[in-house]
T-cell receptor, first 114, second 111 residues
């Protein structure tokens, strides 16, 4: 399977704990995106990388959120001091640059903060 | 500021008939538009896209129409099949920037 891979698929955590999600993009894709989706909403942009450079961060990404892509391959999204409002599906996607902007999503990581 | 809008939260269509899903956008700078399909507990799956230099793109049962003057696009599925039942998102981008998504339309295809 050469699609976008995310883990863990599901995470239940207590409020105040830290969580980390990992994303492995399609291997030849330079761009990697993180989105968040809550019930009844479309995916909301959080941040994206071109290789290892983080090019844009949404204002939705508070200082409790940090994303890295240290070697331009896989990426991690860490949420510190989780809050119940962080409960959502976190989606990773990747795309090659220069070919329109079709992005390909992974299966998503469900976060439930209790 | 919702730049991409899907005003119909749901649509119910009989199998074999045409499904038409609509999307409106406000940013005239958008130059690339896409439709994604999403099943519960899965990530969105890319369906079809269209560049702003075109007004129609077709792929099998799926056709996307773009009306730039009206800032409107639509997805036509014909004939509709029960397996098409899912949530459909339209998305738009400018200059290969990030995608902005609408809130989705839930399509139900019944026998």
């Amino acid at each position: 399977d050469t699609g976008v891979s995310q883990n863990p698929r599901h995470k239940i955590t207590k409020r105040g704990q830290n969580v980390t999600f990992r994303c492995d993009p399609i291997s030849e894709h330079n761009r990697l995106y993180w989105y968040r989706q809550t019930l009844g909403q479309g995916p909301e942009f959080l941040t994206y990388f071109q290789n290892e450079a983080q090019l844009e961060k949404s204002r939705l990404l508070s200082d409790r959120f940090s994303a890295e892509r240290p070697k331009g391959s896989f990426s991690t999204l860490e949420i510190q001091r989780t809050e119940q409002g962080d409960s959502a599906m976190y989606l990773c996607a990747s795309s090659p640059t220069g070919i329109g902007n079709t992005i390909y999503f992974g299966e998503g990581s469900w976060l439930t903060v209790v | 500021d919702q730049q991409v809008k899907q005003n119909s939260p749901s649509l119910s269509v009989q199998e074999g008939r045409i499904s038409i899903l609509n999307c409106d956008y406000t940013n005239s700078m958008f130059d690339y538009f896409l439709w994604y399909k999403k099943y519960p507990a899965e990530g969105p799956t890319f369906l079809i896209s269209i560049s702003s230099i075109k007004d129609k793109n077709e792929d099998g049962r799926f056709t996307v129409f773009l009306n730039k003057s009206a800032k409107h696009l639509s997805l036509h599925i014909v004939p509709s099949q029960p397996g098409d039942s899912a949530v459909y998102f339209c998305a738009a981008s400018y200059n290969t920037d990030k995608l902005i998504f609408g809130t989705g339309t839930r399509l139900q295809v019944f026998p």
